[in-house]
């Protein structure tokens, strides 16, 4: 079950050379995601979400297909509303909106993700999937607040007061410290970079409990997608919720750095020039 299909890369090359992805500089695609067919689809998320785990970790993630097809699922969500013409509401409106929010803020999080020594990327994507880059002042369910939604409590133990988690330089600089923890909690693993993400929706201790209860030798390769994989042995919040962060991110990531590639007309967010 955990062993990577080697067969859907035989794909890749054709995906590559027929959609030229507007990936750092590279030319407008021919075709846009919307117009492949399903099995172009596929292939071209496993090849993008590849991409990704190397510039995030500097070296190669093996998702099995069933987790790259989470992220695919999840990257679904997102197409649906480009075009949508359905404004800015969180969760809602249309996708072209959430990118043009990302570029305002892309600068300060590259900056300061780079300052603690934690891949952009990841910072980039986290408030997208928090938050859609909007700087949300009601509280959730849980009591979270801001764009990086971090909990009065957990903004505490960096320094940050209620009114402090409005602060996007702040609380971004509280989720690189956040993430850099979980990078050092899980740095013997694999997938640590995919754990440290699910820690910041799961909890660190929590996440570590999963693993050591459900993470075998055999799946070390890829632990995130064996937690994914059984989530009918995690608790229901895993279910409802956790289960689908990490895929999301991928798929949020995906699009950010490919925009061109969706018909989304911007270059991609990492590209977004740092400030002094």
């Not at 695919?72 to 996708?95: C, H, M, P, W």
């Not at 892309?106 to 780079?114: D, E, G, N, V």
């Not at 997938?191 to 993400?197: D, F, P, Q, S, T």
């Amino acid at each position: 079950m955990m062993k990577f299909n080697r067969t859907i890369l035989v794909m890749l090359a054709a995906i590559s050379s027929l959609f030229m992805v507007a990936n750092r500089g590279a030319a407008q695609p021919q075709a846009n995601y919307q117009q492949m067919t399903e099995s172009q689809r596929a292939a071209f998320v496993a090849l993008q979400a590849q991409r990704l785990s190397q510039q995030i970790s500097g070296r190669e993630y093996h998702f099995t297909n069933a987790f790259n097809a989470a992220i695919q699922e999840q990257l679904e969500t997102y197409v649906k509303r480009i075009g949508n013409d359905a404004g800015n509401e969180f969760g809602s409106g249309d996708a072209r909106q959430i990118f043009q929010r990302g570029q305002s803020v892309a600068p300060t999080i590259i900056r300061i993700f780079k300052a603690n020594n934690v891949s952009p990327l990841i910072g980039l994507y986290i408030p997208l999937v928090e938050s859609e880059y909007i700087n949300l002042t009601s509280p959730n369910s849980m009591g979270a607040l801001g764009m990086f939604q971090f909990l009065p409590q957990t903004g505490a133990r960096y320094g940050l007061t209620t009114a402090e988690l409005l602060d996007v330089e702040k609380s971004a600089n509280a989720a690189a410290l956040y993430i850099a923890g979980g990078l050092k909690t899980f740095e013997h693993d694999p997938m640590k970079e995919a754990l440290a993400l699910l820690a910041y929706n799961r909890g660190g201790g929590t996440v570590e409990r999963d693993v050591a209860e459900l993470v075998t030798e055999q799946d070390r390769a890829c632990s995130i997608c064996a937690l994914t994989e059984q989530r009918d042995k995690l608790d229901a919040g895993f279910q409802n919720e956790s289960v689908y962060y990490v895929p999301r991110f991928f798929a949020a990531a995906i699009i950010g750095e490919n925009p061109g590639a969706f018909g989304i007309k911007m270059p991609a967010l990492s590209l977004s020039k740092t400030t002094p």
